[in-house]
């Protein structure tokens, strides 16, 4: 009996209304730290009066808990005089001023502890160059976390957990993130127009929007057309055996090299496209409006099995995503799944050994890599990625 093959496609789905917002670390980054090691985000709220089941959407008197924020803050500043201890229940304020700026700070409070969402992402900014800025999602709804910040002993502070993706130096992120950080405002959504820059620095594949990107890395310095060539062999193969599927022409793939199927390939506007970036290491993104992307990285990372693996049966290939366990994420892996299952079989023995002498070069000279896991069922996976 032969052994199932299983490849984590590791890709993640992200909503159709994702959102991105970028979140200051309080005044001087004081709590930049804190967020990084606790992986938690949060205003600065000290002593903010929430009950338990309170919602903040319906509640009359947010701009009151604000105030009672503010003096708590003021208090202890002060270094908590014991002659002036600071109102906590709001329904006794009587000397404050219902400012624009303390209104505007109340929808900011609503929305972050309401309208963000469970996997929407904040980018937290770090201090100094050289420091990383954090990418996260957010993690869980409802009752917020608590956290007792060395700066106001006894205090909470109500926030939201994060869990860390992605952490880059400040002075290598894009130039419109860095222009953004200057900010009066604690919390500012990001437009949508700069989501692929931040969506490819979070994760190494992904779908959003009708769109799949995939990140093969790239660890050689040197990346000819030579190389691009070899790589594009891989990826186009892959389009050419979706194309031929939906044309019917799949059952004769097999009788025809690689070479001789991609120049025959239908150059429509399904076919991916690409960003190179190639810096030593680098990365290309691939992204297409279908699953060809996933479909090539698929076939790279069998590849690198097959070279310590004597053969792979189409029938045994199992597929799974340990990034995402989301419904569409199930309904892709069954695509992926039957795609890769229909191909592998379409183009037989020799042609599958013709693609993995094509990846071979391809990471050989380059050790390009899809960052996808293979493994023989009870066999340590065999990871296609760059170290």
């Keep these: 009996m032969s052994q199932q093959v299983v490849v984590d496609i590791r890709t993640r789905f992200l909503r159709d209304?994702?959102?991105?917002?970028?979140?200051?670390?309080?005044?001087?980054?004081?709590?930049?730290?804190?967020m990084r090691d606790n992986e938690v985000v949060f205003l600065d709220l000290p002593g903010f009066p929430w009950e338990k089941g309170e919602d903040l959407r319906t509640i009359p008197d947010l701009v009151e808990r604000i105030v009672v924020s503010e003096r708590i803050q003021d208090w202890h500043r002060k270094d908590r005089p014991s002659n002036d201890l600071p109102i906590r229940d709001p329904s006794k304020l009587t000397d404050f001023r219902r400012t624009a700026a303390r209104q505007q700070f109340a929808g900011l409070?609503?929305?972050?502890?309401?309208?963000?969402?469970?996997?929407?992402?904040?980018?937290?900014?770090?201090?100094?160059?050289?420091?990383?800025?954090?990418?996260?999602?957010?993690?869980?709804?409802?009752?917020?976390?608590?956290?007792?910040?060395?700066?106001?002993?006894?205090?909470k502070v109500p926030g939201r957990q994060v869990k860390w993706i992605a952490r880059v130096p400040r002075g290598q992120v894009p130039p419109w993130l860095e222009r953004k950080i200057p900010s009066p405002n604690p919390l500012r959504q990001v437009e949508q127009s700069y989501f692929s820059d931040i969506f490819d620095i979070m994760y190494e594949r992904y779908y959003f929007d009708g769109n799949f990107a995939c990140k093969f890395n790239v660890k050689?310095?040197?990346?000819?057309?030579?190389?691009?060539?070899?790589?594009?062999?891989?990826?186009?193969?892959?389009?050419?055996?979706?194309?031929?599927?939906?044309?019917?022409?799949?059952?004769?793939?097999?009788?025809?090299?690689i070479s001789v199927v991609v120049s025959e390939l239908d150059?429509?506007?399904?076919?991916?496209?690409?960003?190179?970036?190639?810096?030593?290491?680098?990365?290309?993104?691939?992204?297409?409006?279908?699953?060809?992307?996933?479909?090539?990285?698929?076939?790279?990372?069998?590849a690198?099995?097959?070279s310590t693996t004597s053969k792979i049966s189409a029938d045994d290939v199992v597929i799974e995503n340990?990034?995402?366990?989301?419904?569409?994420s199930q309904e892709c892996i069954s695509d992926v799944k039957q795609e890769v299952v229909d191909d592998l079989k379409a183009m037989?023995?020799?042609?599958?050994?013709?693609?993995?002498?094509?990846?071979?070069?391809?990471?050989?000279?380059?050790?390009?890599?899809?960052?996808?896991?293979?493994?023989?069922?009870?066999?340590?996976?065999k990871q296609d990625r760059v170290h």
């Excluded at 991916?272 to 190639?278: A, F, G, L, N, T």
Aim: charged share 20%; aromatic share 12%; hydrophobic share 40%.
């Design 220 to 257: 050689s310095a040197d990346f000819s057309s030579l190389d691009n060539f070899l790589f594009q062999q891989i990826v186009l193969y892959a389009a050419a055996l979706h194309e031929n599927r939906q044309e019917d022409n799949i059952k004769d793939i097999a009788k025809r090299a």
């Design 17 to 34: 209304d994702q959102r991105c917002y970028i979140l200051f670390p309080g005044n001087g980054y004081r709590y930049y730290s804190y």
């Design 267 to 302: 150059f429509s506007q399904d076919i991916p496209d690409q960003r190179i970036s190639i810096n030593s290491p680098g990365h290309i993104v691939v992204y297409s409006k279908n699953i060809i992307p996933i479909i090539a990285g698929v076939f790279m990372a069998l």
């Design 322 to 328: 340990s990034v995402d366990r989301s419904q569409i």
């Design 109 to 155: 409070v609503r929305g972050f502890f309401t309208t963000i969402s469970a996997g929407d992402i904040i980018i937290v900014p770090a201090p100094g160059y050289e420091d990383d800025m954090l990418f996260g999602e957010i993690v869980g709804d409802g009752d917020p976390v608590w956290s007792k910040l060395p700066g106001y002993p006894d205090e």
């Design 304 to 306: 690198v099995l097959t």
């Design 348 to 381: 037989g023995y020799q042609r599958w050994q013709e693609l993995c002498t094509i990846e071979a070069q391809a990471r050989k000279r380059t050790q390009i890599s899809s960052g996808m896991d293979a493994r023989s069922t009870g066999v340590a996976p």
